[in-house]
């Protein structure tokens, strides 16, 4: 049982907008940053966004991350085949003194 | 360029150890947190461990005392040290580096498989 709750799947079809929610609690979400991670079929895990709602360079502006209170979802706009991928959520614990993940969204684009 | 890269994965019986290594290049591993983070075959990511640039570290409840992160700031390694490994412990282990922005780049992994 994770600490971050997400659905363990989403799906759409392409150019459609679709957002994967990350639900915690106070210590995690409510105090510290999000990160949403991408992991492609066969790959080690990417960072997509950053401090809530940033992307690294490299990363489309198709995605985007926002938190409220103590969740947190990530948007993909214009969805495409190539982001068929696992999402996973991941904040700092203050309580856990610990990184927690949430247990990933597996996106499949129709 | 940043890269990390993985050894020391391999089979261990039930109740061995191991060490796995991460070598670290385009950054220095004293200067950001690193972190060890699993994935357990079909199933999602899981945090291990993290050591701090100011040296301190913490655990998952899965693995604390049972498992040692340190770092070699002269050879710009991380390791992770295993004991008591147990099947729940079979995985592939990335490091991944850290930063204000999250963990930003990772390695490509070491598969941990423990089984008699």
């Known amino acids: 049982q994770s600490v971050l709750t997400q659905p363990p799947s989403a799906s759409g079809t392409p150019g459609q907008r679709v957002t994967i929610s990350c639900s915690g609690s106070r210590s995690n979400i409510g105090n510290n940053y999000v990160h949403w991670y991408q992991q492609l079929p066969g790959t080690s895990p990417k960072l997509l966004t950053n401090r809530n709602n940033q992307r690294p360079s490299g990363v489309p502006d198709r995605f985007s991350g926002s938190r409220s209170g103590t969740s947190a979802s990530l948007a993909i706009s214009g969805l495409r085949s190539e982001d068929e991928a696992d999402y996973y959520c991941a904040a700092w614990d203050d309580s856990l003194n610990a990184w927690v993940f949430g247990g990933g969204t597996k996106l499949t684009v129709l | 360029e940043v890269q990390l890269v993985e050894s020391g994965g391999g089979l261990v019986q039930p109740g061995g150890s191991l060490r796995l290594a991460c070598a670290a290049s385009g950054f220095t591993v004293s200067s950001n947190y690193v972190s060890w983070v699993r994935q357990a075959p079909g199933k999602g990511l899981e945090w291990v461990s993290v050591i701090y640039s100011h040296g301190r570290t913490y655990y998952a409840d899965s693995v604390k005392d049972r498992f040692t992160i340190s770092r070699d700031n002269s050879k710009n390694t991380l390791y992770l040290q295993m004991n008591s490994l147990s099947v729940e412990d079979t995985a592939v282990y990335y490091c991944?580096?850290?930063?204000?922005?999250?963990?930003?780049?990772w390695g490509q992994g070491t598969l941990v498989t423990v089984s008699s």
């Open positions: 991944a580096r850290g930063t204000d922005q999250g963990f930003d780049y």
